[in-house]
């Protein structure tokens, strides 16, 4: 059974960063696109960013509007875990943060329903 658990959430000020992790176990997930997704209060959920597995150990990311060039998606397969570095953090940005994985191999998504694994989540608090 695969797991998924999040951490780095926490209180941070405008303009600040944090990084979030989200490590594996039960499969190694190298090959597996995996992606991050939030909730606001209120909302529904919202992708974030992926990355996808390409062929001799490269990868391609994808990021949500909102996010690109302040957030970076990134993995470490030696310890089965995707980061989160999100930097010049915005009010806006506050949120629970969920990551994802597939359970086949094949091109990352911004839909949620393609992803079979998930974390519990990680808070993220924007304020002054």
């Known amino acids: 059974q695969v797991q998924l658990v999040e951490s780095g959430g926490g209180l941070v000020q405008p303009g600040g960063s944090l990084r979030l992790s989200c490590e594996g176990s039960g499969r190694t997930l190298s090959r597996y696109a995996m992606a991050w997704f939030r909730q606001a209060p209120g909302k529904e959920r919202e992708f974030v960013a992926a990355v996808r597995w390409l062929a001799r150990s490269s990868y391609r990311a994808d990021y949500g509007d909102s996010v690109r060039g302040r957030f970076t998606i990134s993995r470490d397969d030696a310890k089965n875990t995707l980061f989160l570095q999100m930097n010049n953090l915005k009010l806006e940005d506050t949120a629970v943060y969920s990551c994802?994985?597939?359970?086949?191999?094949?091109?990352?998504?911004?839909?949620?329903?393609?992803?079979?694994?998930w974390g519990q989540g990680t808070q993220v608090t924007v304020s002054s």
């Open positions: 994802a994985a597939m359970s086949e191999l094949g091109p990352s998504s911004r839909s949620t329903s393609a992803y079979a694994y």
